[in-house]
């Protein structure tokens, strides 16, 4: 069952990989099948490759050209036509979107209890430049005092998070928990359209408060 699965999904990416390295640049025959064995999982054959990029030629997707060689008989040099360069950008896009839908799908767990949402709004790598930039710019704080004015646990490690930080404000979309209290030890829990109102309202201060 697995290796009929496998099969039939390399099957269906190896013509998008053909069109990608052919897309790169002006490509020996060979030189495709041996840039396509740099990913093992692909397991390519040039029996399989050639017959491929014949049905491409076919459809006016790929240009093949015979070409003199000085290292023995004429090869055949194959480029995008406008056409399969238009089909590859379409094919590469709905690829993104695909491969970002399964990610989101593999990566949804279950974490503490909670759900690991990040991952259902931005993709791993973006998640990734998120959290290096809060580990760049944040504030690392340390003896959480005890707060429970929230029904969600989870929710009241952020707000002492916030306390010993001294933020300005918390800002939460989460009505059903977070923006229940209103507020913590005085801090504001409000909206981010509040937060913009307030912020706006604010003059520019370098020394404005975390927020």
Known sequence: MTDNWTTQLRKGLLELCILNVVGRARVYGY???????????????????????????????????????????????????????????????????????????????????????????????????????????????????????????DDNLILAAAVVGRAAMIVSGDRKHMLVPETVEGIPIITASDAVRELHSEAPNPNHPKI
């Open 31 to 153: 030189d495709i099948v041996k840039q396509l064995r740099l990913v093992d999982a692909l397991v390519v054959r040039e029996g399989t490759v050639y017959p491929i990029l014949s049905r491409l030629r076919r459809d006016g997707l790929v240009a093949g050209s015979l070409e003199e060689s000085p290292e023995g008989p004429a090869r055949k040099y194959y480029e995008l036509t406008e056409r399969g360069e238009l089909l590859l950008e379409q094919m590469n896009a709905y690829w993104d979107v695909l491969s970002r839908g399964i990610d989101t799908i593999k990566t949804d767990r279950t974490m503490g209890g909670t759900r690991y949402r990040l991952r259902r709004y931005i993709h791993r790598d973006e998640a990734e430049d998120l959290i290096r930039i809060l580990e760049a710019v944040g504030e690392v704080v340390t003896d959480l005092p005890a707060v429970n004015v929230s029904a969600d646990p």
